[in-house]
């Protein structure tokens, strides 16, 4: 594709990188790991052997280096999909496209992507403390639904079967779902319970919390849990994977999101002091993701 695209579109800083995530194609290593936290980023760092980039802009803080002999990219999004739409874009063209003339490769790059996060369970059986691997996600978002992709028959299916049963009507944004990548699954999240995952547009009211205004959706929690596929339940709730996924599966690059469960919606439970265990999870990902 030799398409020159506008300056107003495809942005760029004055030192030549993406403009928001500070990465070229050469910085990008082909295996990227995606944090919400900015903060968390230093502590992937502190695991590399050798570091080559850094940069930083706003709350994307970008690390590429070597851990355990292998070339990562590590980059914070912050929260929600609305950031995850300007990341994935964003290491997309750092890629793949030529930033000094805009215009696409003619070799394409397949990145590896792995979100490392945090989530609340929606089953009272998954502990918080325990890691969760997200074999499907269904976007609450509405994100991919501004984007011309191509839906599978699955997609279609489980489409159809989350909005019968969740009830979904006009004031909501329509539900998309999206698989992971069966080879980060099964070379990063083997031993991880698999689950589907709800991506949620926010906090509060989208995720079913009531502080003063009171959610739209009655027992939306309720109807998610209850929600089976394939022998799976949908059981945490986070507000990035379904971007993620989407976009990984449009653009041809593999995406897995692994999480620490933080918070369980019906026992009420909530640990804020949980450095170790994601610690513990982050290095887990380091060791496997560099064998696969």
Same mark, same amino acid.
């Given at each position: 594709?030799?398409?020159?695209?506008?300056?107003?579109?495809?942005?760029?800083?004055?030192?030549?990188?993406?403009?928001?995530?500070?990465?070229?194609?050469?910085?990008?290593?082909?295996?990227?790991?995606?944090?919400?936290?900015?903060?968390?980023?230093?502590?992937?760092?502190?695991?590399?052997?050798?570091?080559?980039?850094?940069?930083?802009?706003?709350?994307?803080?970008?690390?590429?280096?070597?851990?355990?002999?292998?070339?990562?990219?590590?980059?914070? %999004?912050?929260?929600?999909?609305?950031?995850?739409?300007?990341?994935?874009?964003?290491?997309?063209?750092?890629?793949?496209?030529?930033?000094? %003339?805009?215009?696409?490769?003619?070799?394409?790059?397949?990145?590896?992507?792995?979100?490392?996060?945090?989530?609340?369970?929606?089953?009272?059986?998954?502990?918080?403390?325990?890691?969760?691997?997200?074999?499907?996600?269904?976007?609450?978002?509405?994100?991919?639904?501004?984007?011309?992709?191509?839906?599978?028959?699955?997609?279609? %299916?489980?489409?159809?079967?989350?909005?019968?049963?969740?009830?979904?009507?006009?004031?909501?944004?329509?539900?998309?779902?999206?698989?992971?990548?069966?080879?980060?699954?099964?070379?990063?999240?083997?031993?991880?319970?698999?689950?589907?995952?709800?991506?949620?547009?926010?906090?509060?009211?989208?995720?079913?919390?009531?502080?003063?205004?009171?959610?739209?959706?009655?027992?939306?929690?309720?109807?998610?849990?209850?929600?089976?596929?394939?022998?799976?339940?949908?059981?945490?709730?986070?507000?990035? %994977?379904?971007?993620?996924?989407?976009?990984?599966?449009?653009?041809?690059?593999?995406?897995?999101?692994?999480?620490?469960?933080?918070?369980?919606?019906?026992?009420?439970?909530?640990?804020?002091?949980?450095?170790?265990?994601?610690?513990?999870?982050?290095?887990?990902?380091?060791?496997?993701?560099?064998?696969?």
């Amino acid at each position: 594709m030799g398409t020159n695209i506008r300056e107003s579109e495809l942005v760029l800083s004055p030192q030549g990188s993406l403009y928001h995530i500070g990465l070229t194609g050469d910085t990008l290593a082909d295996d990227v790991i995606l944090v919400g936290d900015p903060g968390r980023v230093a502590m992937l760092r502190e695991m590399f052997d050798s570091v080559e980039h850094e940069s930083s802009n706003r709350e994307m803080n970008a690390v590429t280096g070597i851990c355990h002999g292998h070339r990562f990219t590590v980059l914070s %999004t912050g929260m929600g999909c609305d950031n995850i739409d300007i990341v994935m874009t964003e290491l997309d063209a750092a890629a793949n496209f030529d930033l000094a %003339t805009r215009t696409q490769n003619t070799e394409l790059r397949h990145l590896r992507i792995v979100r490392i996060g945090t989530c609340g369970s929606l089953q009272p059986n998954v502990q918080c403390g325990s890691f969760v691997a997200s074999r499907y996600v269904v976007g609450l978002d509405g994100l991919m639904n501004y984007y011309d992709c191509e839906e599978s028959h699955f997609e279609q %299916t489980m489409n159809d079967a989350i909005i019968d049963h969740l009830g979904i009507d006009v004031p909501f944004a329509k539900p998309y779902s999206v698989c992971c990548s069966k080879v980060l699954m099964d070379g990063i999240g083997y031993d991880m319970q698999q689950v589907i995952t709800a991506t949620a547009p926010g906090f509060y009211g989208p995720q079913g919390r009531r502080v003063r205004i009171a959610p739209k959706l009655a027992g939306l929690n309720e109807r998610l849990s209850s929600f089976e596929w394939e022998g799976l339940r949908l059981t945490n709730l986070e507000m990035e %994977t379904s971007a993620i996924y989407g976009f990984a599966k449009a653009m041809g690059h593999e995406a897995l999101t692994v999480c620490l469960v933080v918070a369980n919606r019906p026992t009420g439970r909530f640990i804020n002091a949980y450095h170790n265990e994601m610690r513990s999870l982050v290095a887990t990902v380091l060791e496997r993701f560099a064998k696969i």
